[in-house]
């Protein structure tokens, strides 16, 4: 099965800086990139997510990069606040249709204010 | 826009007690719906996928009939935690996805568990 991983682990952001987290991928297959955010004791949301033959993917201060070769995806958030503080996941999936994903080993990003 | 309903939304019980957890799709119809765990802390790990009309796909080291799952409408999955013990206490979420194409998976609020 797909082997997810997240980097860093935790992070720390002084509020208004960006913050980056790494997902690195072992399904060659994989064709579907997306980012999930879990606030304490809530549901993952979706926030951004992006597709196999797309490089990059914005909307507003969140956007996330692809790198199909070296088989991993990044999330970048910029200007930071601190309602952006939360877990993020990674679930990169290799047939869109079939919904079993696999989730990353989660972020914890702290945004300091 | 699609929802998923999750009920209900926190359990107490004693050990030994069997807890059911009920997943609904509110506005369409859900041939599969997938059943995760999660424990504090964790990543969300996938239990089972259930699928309407049909036996449920268990992952590897889920016990199938400790978690039993049935899928008798295509709005409705039900998750059974049967004889439940204290190492079960954890977050349980359930999602499923509109069939149409490109249609992204739907969580629900999420059970959180906890046996005495």
């Known amino acids: 099965g797909e082997n997810v991983e997240q980097h860093p682990s935790t992070l720390s952001v002084q509020e208004g800086d960006s913050a980056v987290i790494k997902c690195t991928y072992s399904?060659?297959?994989?064709?579907?990139f997306p980012w999930y955010k879990q606030e304490l004791g809530k549901r993952p949301q979706l926030i951004i997510d992006?597709?196999?033959?797309?490089g990059e993917k914005k909307d507003q201060r969140i956007a996330v990069t692809l790198n199909k070769t070296a088989k991993h995806f990044s999330l970048h958030i910029t200007e930071t606040q601190p309602e952006d503080s939360a877990v993020y996941f990674c679930?990169?999936?290799?047939?869109?249709?079939?919904?079993?994903?696999?989730f990353g080993t989660g972020t914890r990003l702290t945004i300091i204010p | 826009g699609a929802v998923v309903s999750q009920h209900p939304s926190w359990v107490i019980c004693k050990s030994g007690t069997s807890v059911k957890i009920e997943c609904r799709s509110l506005?369409?119809?859900?041939?599969?719906m997938f059943w995760y765990r999660q424990f504090p802390k964790q990543s969300l790990m996938l239990m089972a996928t259930?699928?309407?009309?049909?036996?449920?796909?268990?992952e590897q080291g889920v016990e199938k009939d400790k978690f039993l799952i049935n899928h008798a409408s295509l709005t409705l999955s039900t998750l059974t935690v049967t004889s439940a013990h204290p190492e079960d206490s954890s977050f349980y979420i359930c999602?499923?996805?509109?069939?149409?194409?490109?249609?992204?998976?739907?969580f629900g609020d999420g059970t959180r568990l906890s046996i005495l």
């Open positions: 999602s499923a996805r509109q069939p149409v194409a490109d249609q992204p998976q739907h």
């Open positions: 399904d060659s297959a994989s064709n579907y």
């Open positions: 992006i597709r196999s033959n797309v």
């Open positions: 679930a990169p999936l290799s047939n869109f249709g079939n919904e079993k994903l696999t």
């Open positions: 506005d369409f119809q859900a041939t599969t």
């Open positions: 259930s699928n309407e009309g049909s036996k449920a796909t268990y």
